[in-house]
């Protein structure tokens, strides 16, 4: 099955059912179509040869497997666009594979772990990232996550430490140590060897991938808002009509990832959520109990409280339904 109107080539591409209980599907060109790993779960990469079969120059064709085809189903899928050529990045301690797109801020790297504390890790997008992904490919480790707005740590090795977050569940940021990701610059982030058996970033001999986003002017957003439990909550500014939202409570330690877009949600309010940690169906608050946010031309405002209003500090990632630098309201 061919699914065309992207007007690009995916570099990622991330497909949920949104009606049955499958676990979250990225693939990546830098791996190719075969391998795929999950948001929502420590297991290493899959290879599986009948769920992507191509990546197309105006999307994307899967095959028969229930994880993105299921029989009577229904789907969502979000993509990416990070260049059109995989080249080594020696800006840090550590060589990776890189494939980037400075215009659009976005960069996927590939590595190998070295054991070592104090590593550093070049991506390629010539400005410091604001959002990062990490997972290891090889053994099941957590998601490694850096977004600089859920708080500092002081320094660590010569440079701003930043909680730790964790993609495949719903814990509170806090100090994880050597796991973490920190100390983003222009040409690299910093990473390191976890004690024990925690090996998110950097275990010697294992692969792993990184997804590194910094903001880009209208394009692509990544902040934090303080919710007030109220139904007439905080408007966010983006400077842009989001296209996709990601919304994570970081003071919670039960609070999910919650995934928002203007594709399963036409019109406002926007309550029909999906959530990164885990592989539940679709759930609309909107409907249910008026937890919601409403799409706006420059950003969105936040209604009512769990998970998306709580008195807490909420951290964002957003992306624009049209990447210009003014926008209609809809």
């Known amino acids: 099955t061919a699914i065309t109107g992207l007007n690009h080539s995916p570099d990622l591409l991330w497909i949920k059912s949104r009606t049955t209980s499958q676990w979250h599907y990225l693939v990546y060109t830098v791996r190719g179509v075969t391998k795929n790993v999950a948001s929502n779960d420590t297991y290493p990469e899959e290879t599986r040869t009948n769920r992507l079969l191509s990546f197309d120059s105006n999307g994307f064709t899967i095959g028969n497997n229930n994880t ?47 054991g070592n504390a104090n590593q ?27 977004h600089t707005s859920a708080g500092t740590l002081g320094t660590l090795d ?17 100090d994880a140590s050597y796991n973490t990701i920190w100390h983003p610059t222009n040409t690299t982030v910093k990473i390191g060897e976890g004690a024990s058996s925690a090996h998110w970033t950097n275990k010697s001999g294992d692969n792993y991938v990184m997804y590194a ?11 934090s808002y303080e919710g007030d439990n109220s139904t007439d909550g905080p408007f966010v500014y983006t400077g842009f009509r989001p296209r996709w939202v990601l919304i994570k ?55 009512r409280g769990d998970p998306l209003n709580q008195a807490a500090t909420h951290i964002f990632a957003a992306f624009a339904e049209h990447p210009f630098k003014t926008a209609r309201a809809r």
């Open 158 to 174: 010569g440079g701003t430490n930043y909680k730790l977050l964790e993609l495949n569940a719903n814990a509170a940021a806090r």
């Open 249 to 303: 409570n970081i003071d919670s330690s039960s609070q999910e990832w919650v995934i928002l877009d203007a594709e399963r949600n036409t019109f406002n309010v926007t309550g029909k959520v999906l959530y990164a940690n885990t592989a539940g169906v679709e759930q609309d608050l909107g409907a249910v109990n008026d937890r919601h946010i409403d799409i706006l031309s420059n950003g969105f405002k936040v209604n």
């Open 68 to 114: 993105v085809n299921e029989n009577n189903q229904s789907f969502v899928a979000w993509s990416w666009k990070s260049g059109t050529s995989t080249a080594n990045n020696t800006a840090g301690t550590i060589t990776t594979s890189v494939r980037v797109s400075t215009t659009n801020g976005f960069s996927i790297a590939t590595y190998t772990g070295n």
């Open 120 to 146: 550093t890790l070049g991506h390629g997008l010539n400005a410091a990232p604001s959002f990062v992904l990490i997972k290891d490919r090889t053994s099941s480790q957590n998601w490694a996550v850096l």
């Open 213 to 223: 986003w910094t903001p880009v002017e209208g394009y692509s957003a990544f902040g």
